[in-house]
């Protein structure tokens, strides 16, 4: 498989490839990343006889090759002839890195951890880290230039593969901070480019609540403190895209969810 910058965004925002998932979970095809059904989230101090939702994520599809964008300025920070980019990242045992599971239709249930209140976002050796990251929907956007050379950060929204700009500013110096909300109007994907660097790029996953998760460098992933219910399940994988199939948590269960991507 080949990807280069432009399919790659189409791929997470319409949904690639096929899943084969050894549960409960019957997946059906995204139609492209939409918006949120309304939601006001309840947080409650306990609850109930919480279910635990984890497992892991592989892939086993034909090898991607890497992106080869040309360095063609900064050389002496970005380094000469060309960056590899790998839109896929997978262990030695197949484990399936940088994917999103989410849980939608959680109406009440337990807090966001504080360190999800500022989505940190770093540009250090001429690249966004990390690659890909999950947040809270309503947080607001840390981002560091740790590079003595000039990057200009242009974030998107990503909705029914439409991008629509939220925010655009250089930050010029070595050690630059700077502070901006992420307000989604109707998607919950962020896509961020560097206008000075085109190899540069990153997504943002956001969530109204904090039953999400991001999976590990082996594909693990875990979602605990689940009010008992009925929800949707949500894989996304920038790549691979999403896909998403219904979820029954009952009381104290134990869920475990193998799924391999292709």
């Not at 920038?238 to 199939?245: D, I, K, S, V």
Request: with cysteine; glycine share 10%.
């Amino acid at each position: 498989m080949h990807l280069n910058r432009r399919n790659l965004l189409i791929g997470a925002a319409a949904g690639l490839g096929s899943l084969a998932a050894k549960s409960t979970v019957n997946f059906a095809h995204a139609q492209g990343l939409g918006g949120l059904s309304a939601l006001k989230y309840q947080t409650l101090d306990t609850i109930p006889n919480p279910g635990r939702f984890r497992g892991k994520l592989s892939y086993s599809g034909a090898p991607v090759e890497p992106i080869e964008m040309q360095v063609t300025k900064d050389g002496s920070i970005c380094g000469d002839g060309a960056r590899d980019i790998q839109p896929l990242r997978v262990a030695d045992d197949g484990g399936l890195s940088d994917a999103v599971v989410q849980i939608r239709g959680v109406t009440r249930g337990k807090p966001w951890t504080p360190v999800f209140d500022t989505t940190k976002i770093y540009q250090i050796d001429c690249s966004f880290q990390p690659f890909v990251q999950i947040g809270k929907s309503t947080a607001d956007a840390e981002i560091f230039n740790y590079d003595p050379i000039l990057h200009n950060i242009h974030a998107y929204e990503v909705h029914k593969g439409i991008r629509r700009a939220m925010f655009n500013f250089s930050q010029p110096k070595a050690g630059q901070v700077d502070f901006i909300p992420l307000r989604l109007r109707r998607g919950h994907l962020i896509t961020l480019d560097c206008n000075a660097h085109n190899w540069m790029a990153a997504w943002i996953y956001t969530s109204p609540t904090p039953y999400i998760a991001i999976t590990s460098k082996d594909g693990k992933f875990e979602i605990g403190d689940i009010p008992p219910g009925e929800y949707e399940v949500v894989v996304w994988h920038p790549a691979l895209g999403e896909r998403t199939g219904p979820l029954r948590v009952d009381p104290d269960a134990d869920l475990h969810f193998d799924v391999t991507l292709t």
